[in-house]
């Protein structure tokens, strides 16, 4: 299995970012896929996730990101608006096979972890 996130960069705080998380290896449509996100310092924690067509997001983020999926494309997204320094992290897509019930924040739970994607937010 192989997780490929891009779409990182440096932004101005207010500005946009779409990141892309490409996986391979693994039957797309059986995978919750979410974002997570480690600021220098900190622990990795929980942005969003989508499972099928339910979505589910931390509150820092709430009204601001959005995350899709194309199951053609094997992809999963995360379109971040009104970016904020706070958001400084490298970020990280992961997918766990999915599962009925509350749509999975703890990283334990996660089976498969992409390489991260720097996304700097400057004031």
């Known amino acids: 299995v192989q997780l490929q996130a891009s779409g990182g960069g440096l932004v101005q705080a207010g500005g946009s970012l779409r990141l892309s998380c490409a996986a391979s290896g693994l039957t797309f449509t059986n995978y919750v896929m979410g974002w997570f996100r480690q600021a220098p310092g900190k622990e990795r924690e929980f942005v969003s996730a989508?499972?099928?067509?339910?979505?589910a997001y931390a509150d820092s983020v709430k009204g601001r990101f959005t995350i899709s999926r194309d199951n053609a494309k094997n992809t999963v997204y995360l379109q971040m608006n009104s970016l904020k320094p706070e958001d400084t992290a490298v970020y990280f897509c992961a997918a766990d096979f999915v599962q009925y019930g509350d749509i999975p924040s703890r990283r334990e739970i996660y089976d498969y972890w992409g390489q991260g994607t720097l996304v700097t937010v400057s004031s």
């Open positions: 989508i499972r099928w067509y339910d979505t």
